[in-house]
């Protein structure tokens, strides 16, 4: 049984003629001052887009810094306040357990524990019978 191979998608290589540009203009057929006014202004404009991504670059640093420091604050909290409230509610069902024990005494528990258990059986077995009800109805 012969394996298949998946199958490739041809690779495109584009060579851009550099006589011509877009526009059909020969920059060899160009007087020397257009050429210095073109270059002039692409110089120009690629001196301002280095200056914007600096100020972008710049802000980006001041957010990222932002963040940080807003994270730690956070972080912060919570190491602290979650260790805080468990402890606290770990103490209060502490101190619940120990008021409860010591108000109750066992044998008081154990008797409340077999009435209960005596009143749940007679309540499931007395007083409960089957009743169905057949209704016809007519729409």
């Known amino acids: 049984m012969t394996k298949r191979l998946p199958v490739q998608t041809p690779r495109v290589i584009h060579y851009v003629d550099t006589a ?4 059909g203009a020969d920059l060899t057929n160009l007087p ?5 006014l073109a270059l002039a202004d692409a110089m120009g404009r ?4 280095s200056i914007e991504r ?3 670059y ?4 001041l957010r990222r810094e932002e963040i940080a420091r807003h994270d730690r604050k956070v972080r912060r909290l919570l190491l602290i306040s979650v260790p805080t409230a468990l402890g606290v509610l770990a103490a209060g069902g502490w101190a619940l ?4 024990v010591a108000a109750i005494s066992t044998t008081a528990v154990l008797g409340g524990v077999v009435v209960l258990a005596l009143a749940v059986a007679v309540a499931g077995t007395v007083g409960r019978r089957c009743i169905t009800v057949v209704q016809h109805w007519h729409e």
């Open 20 to 23: 011509t540009r877009p526009g």
């Open 32 to 36: 020397p001052a257009v050429l210095a």
């Open 46 to 49: 690629q001196h301002r887009q």
């Open 54 to 56: 600096r100020d972008q």
């Open 58 to 61: 710049a802000a980006w640093l």
């Open 97 to 100: 357990a120990e008021m409860t």
